[in-house]
Every structure is written in C-alpha cells, then in structure tokens.
Nanobody, 115 residues
Framework: QVQFVESGGGLVQPGGSLRLSCAASGFLFSQSFMNWYRRTPGNGRELVAWISLDGDSATYARSVKGRFTISRDNTKSTLYLQMNSLRVEDTAVYYC????????WGQGTQVTVSS
C-alpha cells in the first residue's frame, strides 16, 4: 500500500525557514521521480519542485526558485523540502507524491507564513 506522510510544517514569520519531510512507503522510492506540491483554496494544486532518481537534478516552480531546495535520502525513503525566505504567498498545505502520481495522497503538512 502506497503511503506518504508529510511533516515539518508550522507557523513562521515572513523571511523565516522551514524544512518539510515526506516519508514514503509501499513502492520503490529509489526508482521513482518525486515531487512536492502545494494546495491553496484559491489556486488549487501547484507543482513546487521535482527531483531526479539520484537527487542530482531538480526543477522548481518560478515562484520558489532560489528559495526552496528539494532533496532526497533513498536509504530512508524520505523526501525533503528546505524552504527559506518564506513569503506570505507560500502559505499552503504541502504534499509529496511520485511522478507519475500514485492515486493515494498523504494528509499534507500546513505551512502558514504570517507576521
């Protein structure tokens, strides 16, 4: 059974940092491209970042490029998202999934950026 468990979200002031984690199970993590997404009530689901199998390549949405860094630890089947210089508009629920997506999604982790 495919499962994603996201964690690490919270309330942070603008300019602050957070590190999100996604523990994956039920599939061959090391053989799967991985993505971080975020969902807001007004904008729906947005692809934030993608990472290659070995972690050597990554791509980012224009809105987060230069501020967020995606990484992975294949020995732990865990995906990470380091978020720096956070902005109010980064407020969202953050999710991870493989590419192509599995049908099941985790509960996500809420990130709120507010002063």
């Amino acid at each position: 059974q495919v499962q994603f468990v996201e964690s690490g979200g919270g309330l942070v002031q603008p300019g602050g940092s957070l590190r999100l984690s996604c523990a994956a199970s039920g599939f061959l993590f090391s053989q799967s491209f991985m993505n971080w997404y975020r969902r807001t009530p007004g904008n729906g689901r947005e692809l934030v970042a993608w990472i290659s199998l070995d972690g050597d390549s990554a791509t980012y949405a224009r809105s987060v490029k230069g501020r967020f860094t995606i990484s992975r630890d294949n020995t732990k089947s865990t995906l990470y998202l380091q978020m720096n210089s956070l902005r109010v508009e980064d407020t969202a629920v953050y999710y991870c999934n493989a590419q192509p997506n599995f049908a099941s999604w985790g509960q996500g982790t809420q990130v709120t950026v507010s002063s």
